[in-house]
């Protein structure tokens, strides 16, 4: 099976940076991707690694690291709307099936 | 403008009622899906289906069933709802690519279902 790990929660403050891993185990991997929920909203997609290395697009960052089995979403500028619920997702085979992560909750303060 | 409907936004049932939930897409896309999201445990794949008449279980598929007959509708049926059934059930859709590449999934605003 596929299993995700990424922390629960994470508060940081407007303006500033906030980086989230995400670790996974999983077989025949295909890449890893980021989705981002506000509170009583649908998920909508931010990125998507299939290859090592960063991908930069605006304000967000997401970086994949195949032999780690680890990946990361990096916010920056950090605005009070970025304050939502971030999961990770992996695809492990064709037809584009993932399994997505417990999510983490991004706080962020003013 | 991309598009995910589903039938209900909120829908309350009985124990043993058989409910049908819907989802339509207008986007033409090959694959679709259904999500429970509960707290903690983000989402889970219950079903998808990657063409007409198309069908493959996911992670927690026991005590659904989906049934797939036109391209643009995927529905989700829970033969004899239970109490731990009540969640927010969440459908998603996406291009097919049988490369490395992943089409992003489109979700529509979910359908948050309570069995009493």
């Known amino acids: 099976g596929q299993s995700l790990e990424q922390p629960s929660e994470v508060t940081a403050v407007e303006g500033a940076i906030v980086q989230i891993n995400c670790t996974y185990q999983t077989s025949g991997f295909y890449g890893l991707s980021w989705y981002q929920q506000h509170d009583g909203g649908a998920p909508t997609f931010l990125s998507y690694?299939?290859?090592?290395g960063l991908e930069e697009t605006g304000r967000f960052s997401s970086f994949l690291s195949r032999s780690d089995s680890y990946g990361y979403l990096l916010l920056q500028e950090l605005q009070m709307k970025d304050s939502a619920s971030y999961f990770c997702?992996?695809?492990?085979?064709?037809?584009?099936?993932?399994?997505f992560g417990t999510g983490t909750k991004l706080q962020v303060i003013p | 403008d991309v598009k995910v409907t589903q039938s209900s936004r909120y829908l309350v049932k009985r124990t043993g009622e058989k409910v049908f939930l819907e989802c339509v897409q207008d986007m033409d896309h090959e694959n679709m899906f259904w999500y429970r999201q509960d707290p903690g445990l983000g989402l889970r794949l219950i079903y998808f289906?990657?063409?007409?008449?198309?069908?493959e279980k996911g992670d927690i598929p026991e005590g659904y069933s989906v049934s797939r007959e036109k391209k643009e509708r995927f529905s989700l049926i829970l033969e004899s709802a239970s109490t731990n059934q009540t969640s927010m059930y969440l459908c998603?859709?996406?291009?097919?690519?049988?490369?490395?590449?992943?089409?992003?999934?489109?979700f529509g605003p979910g359908t948050r279902l309570t069995v009493t």
């Open positions: 997702a992996v695809r492990v085979g064709g037809y584009q099936k993932v399994t």
């Open positions: 690694n299939a290859l090592d």
């Open positions: 998603a859709s996406s291009y097919r690519d049988r490369g490395l590449g992943s089409y992003e999934q489109y």
């Open positions: 289906s990657y063409d007409v008449k198309m069908k």
